[in-house]
């Protein structure tokens, strides 16, 4: 059974910094990209990062560029997101994303997820 486990979300003030963890199970990354994203209440998820197989290439939405790193260490089978410099606008629940794509899928979206870890950013 497939697994996704996001972890370090949490309270934090605004510049602070947070670090997300998401352990898989039952599946190796190694193979597969990696994806974050985030939904916002009422809103649709929104792509933040996404990480290639080997860890190489990565991507960013707009808003986090600069501010947001995706990583992944493959022998962990986990995937991490170091956010810093936080804003009030980050707050919104992140997930990690992987697996193979079936059809209809959006771009960088993949079929395995997690259940989300929520980030608050207040003061």
């Known amino acids: 059974q497939v697994q996704l486990k996001e972890s370090g979300g949490g309270l934090v003030q605004p510049g602070g910094s947070l670090r997300l963890s998401c352990e898989v199970s039952g599946f190796t990354i190694s193979a597969y990209p990696v994806s974050w994203w985030r939904q916002f209440p009422g809103k649709e998820r929104e792509l933040v990062a996404h990480?290639?197989?080997?860890?190489?290439?990565?991507n960013y939405a707009a808003p986090v560029k600069g501010r947001f790193t995706a990583s992944r260490d493959n022998t962990r089978n986990t995937v991490y997101l170091q956010m810093t410099s936080l804003k009030y606008e980050d707050t919104a629940l992140y997930y990690c994303?992987?697996?193979?794509?079936?059809?209809?899928?959006?771009?960088?979206?993949?079929?395995?997820w997690g259940q989300g870890t929520q980030v608050t950013v207040s003061s």
């Open positions: 990480v290639t197989a080997a860890g190489a290439g990565t």
């Open positions: 994303n992987t697996g193979p794509r079936t059809g209809g899928r959006l771009l960088y979206e993949y079929d395995y």
